[in-house]
Structure formats: C-alpha cells, structure tokens
C-alpha cells in the first residue's frame, strides 16, 4: 500500500530527464561509474600495489627523459659557444 508502483518510478525518471536532459544524465552516469570502479580497485589490495608499482615505473621514465633533455640543452648551449 504505502511502496512506490512501476508508474511512480518512471513519472519520476521522466520528470528528471526532462529537468536534466539526457546527455548530462549519461555523463554523470559514466563519471558515477567511473568513480565506483575506482574506488572499487583501490579496495583491492594486489590491484593497488599493482599500480602504485605502474606508478613508481612511469614517474622514474618521466624523471629521466626530463633530465635526458635538461642534458640535450646543456650539450646544445655548449656547443653554441665553441
């Protein structure tokens, strides 16, 4: 008596699709999902480690051409002033 039927339910879904239209309601539906499958992977513990490894890797490879180069401008200026 007192629960909410199938024409209330889609009353309602049509009252917020028209209020929000249907491609925001998309978007904050991938972002939602997007949201949970991470929070989802960050409970896992050998999945977290897994990426904090993937983590570590890809910042050392960022740090090097950085500094690969940081040494391509040094060699380019030295070779200006001879």
């Given amino acids: ?3 909410i039927s199938i024409w209330q339910l889609l009353i309602i879904l ?10 925001k309601l ?6 939602l999902g997007g949201a949970v499958k991470g929070f989802k992977d ?3 513990p ?3 480690a897994e990426k904090e ?6 910042m050392e490879d960022k740090s090097d051409a950085k500094f690969t180069e ?6 380019k200026d030295k070779s ?3």
């Fill in 46 to 48: 050998e999945k977290a």
């Fill in 42 to 44: 960050e409970l896992t």
């Fill in 53 to 58: 490894d993937e983590s570590v890797q890809v």
């Fill in 70 to 75: 940081s040494e391509a401008v040094v060699n």
């Fill in 26 to 31: 998309s978007s904050l539906g991938k972002d």
């Fill in 1 to 3: 008596m007192g629960g």
């Fill in 14 to 23: 049509l009252i917020v699709v028209l209020v929000f239209g249907s491609k």
């Fill in 80 to 82: 200006k002033v001879e």
